[in-house]
């Protein structure tokens, strides 16, 4: 599955975009039943979303994942702060995922934890790096 590149910033070359949305997250999806048109919807968005999340100025980006805080308490990996795991909700959990969760399926509970887990390292990095503002920013 090719993904177009969605920004030219270099969001593409970020262990984010290339080990977990172009490699991780399509083993995932497929493994949980989802058509090739519908994960590459899916890639898309988190994609998207993580490049906004990431140009959030940080104030902005600890609105969207602090009512998550409580939700994600059990959430693995159990060694991530807390914070990366809310923000995993926001970037990867309430994406077009969400869609193919709600309602029975196809993706279930089983295939969201580990979907979120796989996110929260390749996440880590990525919002650890300096990212170019984005104009519109529909998170912000």
């Given at each position: 599955m090719t993904i177009a590149d969605t920004g030219g910033d270099g969001i593409h070359d970020t262990e984010f975009v290339s080990a977990f949305c172009h490699t991780t997250l399509?083993?995932?999806?497929?493994?949980?039943?989802?058509?090739?048109?519908?994960a590459h919807g899916v890639i898309v968005d988190v994609i998207c979303r993580a490049r906004m999340f990431a140009a959030l100025p940080s104030g902005y980006a600890d609105v969207l994942a602090t009512p998550f805080l409580e939700e994600v308490s059990q959430h693995r990996p159990l060694s991530a702060p807390a914070?990366?795991?809310?923000?995993?909700?926001?970037?990867?959990?309430?994406?077009?995922?969400?869609?193919?969760?709600?309602?029975?399926?196809?993706?279930?509970d089983a295939d969201i934890e580990a979907i979120t887990e796989a996110a929260a390292g390749p996440l880590g990095s990525l919002l650890e790096q300096p990212c170019t503002p984005l104009t519109p920013n529909t998170l912000a």
């Open positions: 399509p083993g995932l999806l497929d493994r949980a039943g989802l058509s090739d048109d519908d914070w990366l795991r809310a923000a995993v909700v926001v970037v990867v959990r309430n994406s077009r995922l969400e869609e193919f969760h709600a309602l029975g399926g196809p993706i279930r």
